[in-house]
């Protein structure tokens, strides 16, 4: 889990390290956020998993050049080698 904070001086979102995020971390896992969240409309779910199927390490390496925010892990993995054995 990487955990972000709005920083107004840079205007930009910068990771937070240490007890912050371990705190944060924490609260994400026992589901302290999950009130201020949102339903995704239903009638666009199907868009948005084909979409994130293109969702590449070079797509995000163009996002983020410095690797600042960005980590692709075994679950992208994992979808990834899914995706290339159905199309085989």
Request: glycine fraction near 6%.
């Amino acid at each position: 889990m990487i955990v972000l904070k709005w920083n107004k001086q840079y205007q930009d979102f910068v990771r937070v390290t240490g007890y912050e995020e371990t705190v944060a971390g924490q609260a994400v896992k026992d589901g302290h956020y999950d009130f201020y969240l949102g339903g995704y409309p239903n009638q666009r779910i199907a868009i948005w998993q084909q979409s994130t199927n293109h969702i590449t390490q070079e797509v995000l390496d163009k996002l983020d050049p410095l690797h600042t925010i960005h980590h692709i892990g075994q679950e992208y993995d994992r979808r990834n080698d899914q995706v290339e054995q159905a199309i085989e």
